[in-house]
């Protein structure tokens, strides 16, 4: 947490003690200026926004928040950040308080703005394993934004996979809470190194709505909040110094977030020591009245959702302007609970600098927000999160003369990109407008990659629909090749209007529309088929790993995502991405995750197997790996660390990436546990010949889980380690004996597995290790 210094609270209390109830009000919502532009990017957006007022009317007594300034329209960054600068002037100079308002945009795959650097979806982070990377990625986003005028970013999504079938899959890191607690923690360091405020959302519950349908109820009990969902943000609390939350729409047990006082202030703040601002999520408050029925109208909701926490109303006013005035001056509201959500708005603000006045800024008449560098980190995030399914030896490719490419994502550049990317977020709705930037699709990059290849293109179908009548011209142009590259998958889009992304949830994982017949259909030429998802959720295809040649999965890579793809094929890039999800063998088998206990696995008591087709983990290479020598303390006191260390090998011949995975099993406990859970993961390079040790520093609770009292706590006994190449693969075993009483955990223990790694060339061989455990 970040310690207050003395004379910012006496400013801020000095600020506060000279406002008026309008103008505290005023710091605690929005404005949104342009919102009727035509893009609808908030759930019920053109129910809930009255007539927009103009900024200076509605901004009169200050204002807290300006809302997606840069992310309504599409906007020329140069001159919209002269236009909000004069906003900024404007309250300086034409309001009492003279405060400046936070600034805030959407940013999960890259600032969602004209122009501006598309990088992977948060799946495709997640596949990466590796935080690393995505730390600096944020950097740079955050690098970007504040070159705008940018304050706050409203990512990242710490919602832990739980049903493949919800549409916000694409937007989420995976679905272990560790994966996503580390990897988000990462984003929130660097896009905080850059000056912006960090958004932590949604919280809690989100994810595990009824059927994976989206806002649907939520039936989670106080375990699986406790010891999965929770578990990300108290890391990007805790460890991540995460400067703003924002409450989730979900209703759980019957309960709301946005007036979960429990959740808001006894878990974030009593127990977590957070200390920053807890904004809504867009229309949230609102919707206490409108779609929960827990409160009779907006003042109403206003009162509950300032009592339970939530300090600023998004995206505008709804609630917290003239609805919760009228309560404060009924005496309904204690105006105490007012204060203190404006007291922590006013120290965000001093923090940020906007209680200064406006400094100087040099006039700019061009602003690239697609620099090199950033095209080569998203060039690196999409090359690492792609995963290799299945390959019978026909990837990389060795030269085919004739290659046909098919498929309805092969051509289209915003196919690689996710719901929360600004083409697809809002240029759908600005048909005539280019899309700005320099985005190759598969089809390019293809044929940039593979010189030399007659190369022809046939789309075959849509992305859904049910248009067969391109598939016999797929397959006349299979027929006539040496290979076909099939490129098939999702379309990101909002509330129905894709295939994946908010609001566009599926009964079934079987591929959108008719694109399983239009691979089928290719398959029955006989030509080897190289199968490409691009998508935003794992999909059942079984039916497709075995019957062709290779199989790609890539999650909404980007806009350097067809170079990665294309890289892959040809051989350029050696695949080293791993499953941040399972891929599901069957839709009925959702809601499903790899931490379930036995009997959440195949078992002769049903006739149902649930397993998926591909573990969570799971990923192929271009090389090979080993793994042995795992050793760990025979003991570890309950309130230890478990030291554990363990080589890794390229056995094979080039370069590549493994992701070293410790999973554990605790085969008696008071509580049903996992038949596996990850511990630790490091992505290791390595060259050919090359070995490296690998040495995690556990903390005991990691282990730990809520009891019969549901008091989180790390048990005494022995549990099963070993390191493998997923979640279902012992590759080398070992155990370690917990002793010791039992103990509870607490915001002081570690949370975090510290990772070394040691590499050794591969011509100075590693000393052999006496002690060591084999699988």
Known sequence: MTAQVPDVAQRVEAVLAGMTLEEKLAQLVGVWVDAGSGAAVAPLQDAMLDEEPAFEEFARDGIGQITRFYGTAPVDPASAARSLRERQRWLVEHTRTGI????????LTGLAAWQATTFPAPLSWGASFDPQLVQEMGRAIGTTMRSLGIHQGLAPVLDVVRDARWGRVEECIAEDPYVVGTVATSYVRGLQEAGIVATLKHFVGYSASRAGRNLAPVHAGPREIADVLLIPFEMAVLDGGARSVMHSYAEVDGLPAAADASLLTGVLRDRWGFDGVVVADYFGVAFLASLHGVAADLGDAAAQALAAGVDVELPTGNAYRRPLADAVRAGTVPESLVDRAVTRVLRQKAELGLLDGLADAPQVDAIDLDPAEHRALAARVAEEAIVLLSNDGTLPLSGPSRVALVGPNAHRPTALFGCYSFANHVLDFHPDVPLGLDVPSVLDALRDELTGTELTYVEGCGVDGEDRAGIA???TAATGADLAVVVVGDRAGLFGRGTSGEGCDVDDLELPGVQRELVEAVLATGTPVVLVL?????????????????????????EEGARAIAGVIGGRVNPSGRLPVSMPGSGGAQPYSYLHPALGGASSVSNLDPQPVRPFGFGLSYTSFSHDRLQVPSTVPTDGTIEATVRVTNTGDRSGADVVQLYAHDPVASITRPVAQLLAFARVELEPGAAATVRFAVP????????????RAVEPGIVELWVGTSCAERTVEATVDLVGDRHPITVADARWVDVTVEVVP???PPAVTAAETRG
């Open 534 to 558: 691009v998508t935003g959720r794992p999909y059942a295809v079984a039916w497709a790993l075995d019957a062709c040649a290779a199989v790609v999965q890539a999650f909404f890579p980007g």
């Open 700 to 711: 005991t609770t990691r282990l730990g889980f809520s009891g019969r009292d549901l008091v």
């Open 100 to 107: 400046q308002a936070v600034v805030h945009e959407e940013c």
């Open 473 to 475: 011209d797929a397959v």
């Open 762 to 764: 591969a011509d100075r």
